[in-house]
């Protein structure tokens, strides 16, 4: 009895945590997205503290600057992945079954 209990127990807590209709692409990239935004803006701030004496250092930070472009946003994938044959096709009788 205990273990219907509890196995109805965590069945209703999955059921709340990932809920039917919830679009969790959406949240994954809206996730994903921030954290390339703040790792980006993290890379830029420890840049720009390096105290630079030297026209070579001020001519690193503006390369390493030019190399750190915005990231665009992922929407689609480059290419779909093919779909999977939606009718299973019977393997072929052996000779010796006629």
Known sequence: ??????????????????????DMRAS???VANEAMTRGSQF????IQA???????C?????IIAATLP???????PMH???EAD???YPRPRPQRAG
């Open 70 to 76: 915005p990231i665009p946003p992922s929407v689609t």
């Open 43 to 46: 890379v830029a701030q420890q």
């Open 80 to 82: 779909v992945a093919p």
């Open 28 to 30: 994954a990239e809206s």
């Open 1 to 22: 009895m205990f273990f219907l209990l509890r196995s109805a127990f965590w069945l209703t807590v999955a059921f709340l945590v990932i809920r039917p209709g919830v």
């Open 58 to 62: 001020y001519g690193g930070k503006a």
């Open 86 to 88: 939606p009718i299973p």
């Open 50 to 56: 390096i105290e630079c004496d030297s026209l070579q």
